[in-house]
């Protein structure tokens, strides 16, 4: 089992950047899929991006693309969602999610068993 702390989140301006962090803790090993999810208030909750730890390529939703990059330090076991050009509709809480193996279908969230507590990002007009 794998333990997940978000950190990062915060208040930025419309066309700002933040970069929030995923800690991984516990039994971690470099073949989890590592997801990162939003939920805006009032919307369901929906995928961001998701990287596999064991490899490079990442993975994101098209409202983010060219925006947001996954990145991961695994030395630090920590997965990091750099988010730049911000928008107001990027307001929402973020949320990391792992799951064992090489997930197909990595946008979909029932697929992750473990999830960190979220992180809050604010982008104002």
């Known amino acids: 089992q794998v333990q997940l702390v978000e950190s990062g989140g915060g208040l930025v301006q419309a066309g700002g950047s933040l970069r929030l962090s995923c800690a991984a803790s516990?039994?971690?090993?470099?073949?989890?899929?590592i997801g990162w999810f939003r939920q805006a208030p009032g919307k369901e909750r929906e995928f961001v991006g998701s990287?596999?730890?064991?490899?490079?390529?990442?993975y994101y939703a098209d409202s983010v693309k060219g925006r947001f990059t996954i990145s991961k330090d695994n030395a630090k076991n920590t997965v990091y969602l750099q988010m730049n050009s911000l928008k107001p509709d990027d307001t929402a809480d973020y949320y990391c999610?792992?799951?064992?193996?090489?997930?197909?279908?990595?946008?979909?969230?029932?697929?992750?068993?473990?999830w960190g507590q979220g992180t809050q990002v604010t982008v104002s007009s």
């Open positions: 990287i596999f730890w064991s490899g490079d390529r990442s």
């Open positions: 999610a792992g799951a064992l193996g090489y997930l197909i279908t990595y946008e979909e969230m029932n697929k992750y068993p473990y």
């Open positions: 516990g039994r971690t090993y470099n073949s989890y899929q």
